[in-house]
């Protein structure tokens, strides 16, 4: 299989603090795949070598084959990069900024005005052509700067956390303008996201915490491996309840006053559990598994406090 | 490819400077008032040659306190575009990162050339040019100082990290260089220890060239005080050695790598 990127054994120190620990990654041309872990666990730094903006202490990098570490200049050509913050000059128009960041990479004017039509259509923002970037919305200034990362039609993206900060409606649409990217141009994606529950879309996940890779797999499956349900219970005398559900659903993962408990046999009578809580519990919630929640047990163990 | 990219590089920033028009006015005004305040308050204090025969002295160091300001504060300002979103396309885009500094670099003398053009015609209209100057050296006066004023700027900005530098560059750099360069009087009656200064600074020889260039039938004590030779060899030899000083440090990882976690952690953009 030809692997898009290749990792073994990467590795990087900023001072006494490890960031990343021998992490080994294998993901698939034409994946789409999300690097979650929490702020401050490694993912950008990451992405961050695997663009070649930083030297891991040990380790190799290959991304479409090629040695990251020899040859830079030849990976940035192959690839694109949206970072956190917005790669765009705020004082020139939103087809200004495609241009200039189209001439960096080379492309001639014609080729570059074909992709500005039909990226600025894919991304909403025919209309604006002519607006300054300081104008735009963070939604807008958000796909514009996905557009910026593609214009060259790199092999593999890196996007890091592209939803930051923006709304539910503005990340609903830049899901949608990633989806559309993708049917389009069908480049390998790597993508970082704390928010987890959003990388349900994508075809594989690699969970990292403090720069070590914790658990990999097709996001379905993890959760479907994790159980049928969860119960969320919100009580002021966990103890107490915990010692009721123990015994039938396993160590819950105890959060101050919540609970979360798996239930991974799909025809488990919850209404004799409710029996027997009565009405000593603040909440009694029962929903279906996400990734928030593979995260939640991967990372800690059942019985840990404070999530 | 790179042509491509210098070709934008240089684009933008002359589009950035004819939007700031504030700027550009500001950077006509400047040697202005140096010539018609300064100027005629020296001028007419020098008495036996008259303001006029002074004015007309401060030609060449007004031009090239025009490329003073422009050309070094443009290259200087990648200090701020440090923390920009343009330097994040730009240390993505498939070059060396050195290339980063070169293209600056030019870009940044021809910011500098094209506001001295500028002044030049300002001038020209003004009666304190003439065709009567020496053209050719005139040109290429401009252009090596020019590029001395933009390297030089591009190796401050390298070694810095903020903004707030800036007031420091313009007070401890801009204004001493200017002020010790023979821009405004001849360098020849100063104490030895400013006079050594002048010796040093590289800016000296840019205005010492340009005197060669326009102040052709000047007094022995007003003219250029250096071969051309001697002049062009320590501007270029400066520039030179400020730019690959500039490109080598732009090339290291931990500098590099620095500069890939401002423009990650930075929530200023």
């Known amino acids: 299989m030809a692997f898009a990127i290749e990792t073994r054994q990467l590795s990087k120190h900023y001072g006494e603090l490890p960031a990343v620990k021998s992490l080994q990654l294998m993901i698939p041309a034409g994946q789409f795949h999300g690097l979650l872990g929490p702020n401050g666990s490694g993912k950008t730094t990451t992405i961050h070598m695997l663009c070649t903006l930083t030297r891991p202490d040990t380790g190799t990098i290959r991304i479409t084959g090629i040695n990251a570490l020899q040859h830079p200049v030849k990976v940035r050509q192959n690839i694109g990069l949206v970072f956190q913050e917005s790669a765009l000059d705020r004082s020139l128009s939103v087809e200004e900024n495609l241009y200039f960041a189209g001439a960096l990479y080379g492309l001639a004017d014609d080729v570059i005005k074909q992709r500005v039509d039909e990226l600025l259509q894919l991304f909403d923002l025919t209309d604006k052509r002519q607006t300054r970037v300081a104008a735009l919305s963070g939604g807008m200034r958000r796909g514009l700067d996905i557009a910026r990362g593609v214009l060259h039609q790199p092999k593999v993206l890196f996007l890091d956390e592209p939803t930051i900060g923006l709304d539910i409606i503005n990340r609903r649409n830049i899901w949608r303008f990633i989806k559309g990217l993708r049917q389009r141009l069908g480049m390998t994606v790597l993508l970082t996201t704390h928010y987890l529950e959003e990388a349900q879309a994508c075809d594989q996940v690699s969970f990292i915490r403090e720069g070590e890779l914790i658990g990999q797999g097709q996001p379905a499956a993890l959760i479907a491996d994790l159980g049928a349900y969860i119960l969320e219970i919100e009580t002021h005398t966990p103890e107490q309840h915990i010692e009721i559900i123990q015994p039938q659903l396993g160590p819950p993962i105890v959060d101050g006053d919540r609970l979360l408990f798996r239930i991974s046999d799909e025809t488990f009578a919850v209404s004799s559990l409710q029996k027997q809580l009565q009405a000593s519990v603040q909440a009694l919630h029962i929903r279906k598994p996400d990734l928030n929640d593979v995260y939640i047990w991967k990372n800690l163990a059942p019985g840990s406090m404070n999530l | ?269």
Not at chain 2, 171 to 190: E, K, R
Not at chain 2, 241 to 267: N, P, T, Y
Request: charge should be positive.
């Open chain 2, 1 to 269: 490819m790179i042509r491509r990219a210098l070709k934008a590089i240089i684009y933008r920033e002359l589009k950035r400077m004819f939007r700031q028009r504030g700027r550009l006015l500001s950077a006509m005004v400047r040697p202005l008032i140096w010539l018609f305040i300064i100027g005629s308050g020296f001028g007419a204090m020098l008495g036996q040659y008259g303001p006029a025969h002074y004015q007309q002295f401060l030609v060449p160091g007004l031009l090239c306190m025009v490329l003073l300001f422009g050309s070094m504060l443009a290259s200087l300002s990648l200090v701020y575009d440090k923390e920009s979103g343009v330097m994040r396309m730009l240390v993505i885009a498939p070059f060396p990162h050195y290339w980063i500094i070169i293209t600056r670099t030019i870009s940044a003398t021809i910011a500098g050339l094209v506001q001295a053009g500028l002044l030049i015609i300002i001038l020209f209209a003004l009666g304190y040019l003439d065709l009567s100057i020496n053209i050719g050296l005139f040109l290429l006066g401009l252009v090596v100082t020019a590029f001395l004023c933009a390297s030089a700027g591009i190796l401050l900005a390298v070694f810095s990290n903020t903004l707030e530098n800036f007031a420091v560059f313009m007070n401890f750099v801009i204004f001493p260089v200017f002020f010790l360069s023979g821009a405004l009087y001849p360098l020849q009656h100063l104490p030895p220890l400013l006079k050594w200064l002048t010796l040093i600074n590289p800016f000296s020889y840019g205005v010492d060239l340009l005197k060669h260039a326009v102040l052709l039938d000047f007094h022995e004590a007003f003219s250029a005080e250096f071969s051309v030779f001697h002049d062009l060899l320590f501007i270029i030899t400066f520039s030179i050695i400020a730019l690959l000083i500039a490109c080598m440090r732009f090339s290291q990882v931990r500098v590099i790598e620095k500069l890939a976690k401002v423009l990650s952690d930075s929530r200023r953009d």
